[in-house]
């Protein structure tokens, strides 16, 4: 049985990590999962902050969902009001969680799942930082690679290696991005 992470739909709202984490589903190495909730969460905001997006976001979703073999989750919902979180609104992506089997959740939101909360459930809260960085410390050269076939996918336009790398960072990925630069010549 395949490693199982739940992505939240903060890391899913900035473009660049979410076609990286995609990049990451498809190397097989673990199960990626999301809820129909988180996708509506994630793309609500972007259509907040950029609403002529409104007629590529639909496309957006149904790609995803058919590019990630079982990627979502459903009948989680009745677990729902079930539990505690410091934020209820976030109780919709530890029940997905639960559901799927999942033993992570991504997310930048760290202290809205707090370890004493999620422990029962055999699910940890993990910064997608953190979460790439342990992927490449166990398969090294699978994530070189699906990094490598994520900077050539952006054609619109193309990315320096250093650019790149800077947009990395930019969403949060400094360990990565300093691990990444010593393989610079392969990416």
């Not at 709202?13 to 589903?25: G, W």
């Not at 934020?87 to 992570?104: F, K, P, S």
């Not at 054609?155 to 400094?174: F, H, M, S």
């Amino acid at each position: 049985m395949r490693f199982v992470v739940i992505y939240d739909a903060c890391v899913l709202y900035p473009a660049p990590l979410r076609d990286l984490l995609l990049r990451l589903a498809l190397t097989g190495l673990f199960a990626a999962r999301w809820s129909e909730q988180i996708q509506q969460e994630w793309t609500r905001n972007v259509l907040i902050n950029r609403p002529d997006l409104s007629d590529k976001l639909p496309r957006t979703v149904e790609l995803m969902n058919s590019a990630v073999p079982d990627a979502l989750v459903t009948g989680h919902e009745p677990l729902i009001e079930g539990l505690t979180l410091p934020d209820v609104d976030d109780r919709h992506v530890l029940a997905a969680a639960i559901r799927a089997g999942a033993q992570l959740i991504v997310t930048f939101n760290l202290r809205d799942f707090p370890a004493a909360q999620l422990l029962p459930f055999g699910v940890e809260a993990v910064h997608p930082d953190e979460f790439i960085t342990q992927q490449f410390d166990l398969h090294e050269g699978r994530i070189l690679s699906a990094v490598h076939a994520h900077r050539q996918s952006l054609r619109n336009p193309p990315k320096t290696i250093a650019e790149y790398l800077d947009t990395l960072a930019a969403q949060g990925l400094v360990v990565t991005v300093e691990r990444l630069r010593r393989f610079a010549d392969v990416l």
